[in-house]
């Protein structure tokens, strides 16, 4: 069974804490990329961003120079400014692998990030066949499988889920019924796998007995639900998680992600709402 504390929330700025977003469409040429013109001044550059509401939350006072390069970076499709930010290497990479949309960065990164990076461009170039690329660690690449579809579920873009995608997973592997579960929307396939029925509409009652996942299984029931409130039972790292998923993954709502305490998880949370939003706009064009 793959590790369910990473299966959601992805948009790590490793330089900072959590999971990464990205975009990964290949830069056909800067001009062309919301109206940004290739004069690589930083000032200049953000002068030509449009005023998106993408841009205009990477560029929150509330986030750090660092954070919002990468967040401009990746939500215009413009690699230049990753060359802003003053990060260790794997982050630049990083970056530069998401806004470029070119696998070739993740190859030298850090376990973390090297994950990371290819979950990002399989997420926002919707080609769940990168994840293929994790030729390294059978789990991670599973991992990186169940990412992929479970995100798609969150959003409610179950139709886009393939029966090829849950095919990627082991026969008789729990996360391949999970999968089809997340296809259909159809708890019934879950049969008495809990790691499938948890993502699930249930009564908190559901949770008694849990054990050491039972926090993870109240956040379920804040996402479930769509009941931000019961995010409010858990306390600490927990509390800030169950906020942040619930403002990138059910209502991308930057006010809603001011809840979160800890400052560096909700700079983080910010950028994935950036990035999630300009990925819809993107979708809808």
Known sequence: MINKKSRLIILLIVASILTAGGIFLIVQSLSKSNGIISDTTPGTLE???????????????EINSVNKYYCLAVVNDNPEFCKQMDDEEDQVNLCLAIASANSSYCKNMQPLPKHVCYYQIAVTSKNINICDEIDYDENERLQCYFNFVINLYWWDKSSEIKTEYCNKFPAGQ??????????????????????????????????????????DCVRDRAMTSKNLSICETLTGEKRDDCIGDFCTHIILDTSICDKISDEMVRQSRYVEVAVHTSNDVRGNE
Not at 47 to 61: M, V
Not at 191 to 196: E, L, P, R, S
Request: hydrophobic letters at 30%; aromatic letters at 8%.
């Open 47 to 61: 002068e030509q961003l449009a005023d998106t509401l993408s841009n205009q939350i990477c560029k929150k006072n």
């Open 174 to 215: 729990p996360d391949k019924s999970t999968c089809l579960a997340f296809k259909d929307r159809d708890v019934s396939i879950c049969k008495d796998n809990i790691h499938c029925l948890t993502f699930f509409e249930q009564d908190m009652s559901f949770c008694t007995g849990i054990g050491s996942t039972l926090e």
